[in-house]
Nanobody, 117 residues
Framework: QVQLVESGGDLVQPGGSLRLSCALS????????MAWYRQAPGKERELVAS???????NYADSAKGRFTIFRDNVKNTMYLQMNSLKSEDTAVYYC???????????WGQGTQVTISS
């Protein structure tokens, strides 16, 4: 059974950077199209970025130009590099399979990102 563990969240000031990690166990990351999602308080979970097993990633408009999704299949870990962070990026960030594919269940615990001065 695949398990996902997200980490790297923190409290940072606006304009700062963070790198999130998603460690996958029980499977081979390289087989899956994967994605980062986030859920802000009082809002539904939304897609942030997705990456196919090989090829060009896709980003939500809110993430374009600021976030980079990438993976290390040897380490079975996916990452989200987030730069120029804004207060509206505050959310719990989760990883899972990309939209259109059966999601891994259960979701991981997520990692809290808080952007505040």
């Amino acid at each position: 059974q695949v398990q996902l563990v997200e980490s790297g969240g923190d409290l940072v000031q606006p304009g700062g950077s963070l790198r999130l990690s998603c460690a996958l166990s029980g499977g081979f990351l390289g087989r899956y199209a994967m994605a980062w999602y986030r859920q802000a308080p009082g809002k539904e979970r939304e897609l942030v970025a997705s990456t196919p097993p090989a090829g060009t990633p896709n980003y939500a408009d809110s993430a374009k130009g600021r976030f980079t999704i990438f993976r290390d299949n040897v380490k079975n870990t996916m990452y989200l590099q987030m730069n120029s962070l804004k207060s509206e990026d505050t959310a719990v960030y989760y990883c899972n399979r990309a939209p259109g594919f059966p999601l891994f269940s259960p979701w991981g615990q997520g990692t809290q990102v808080t952007i505040s001065s």
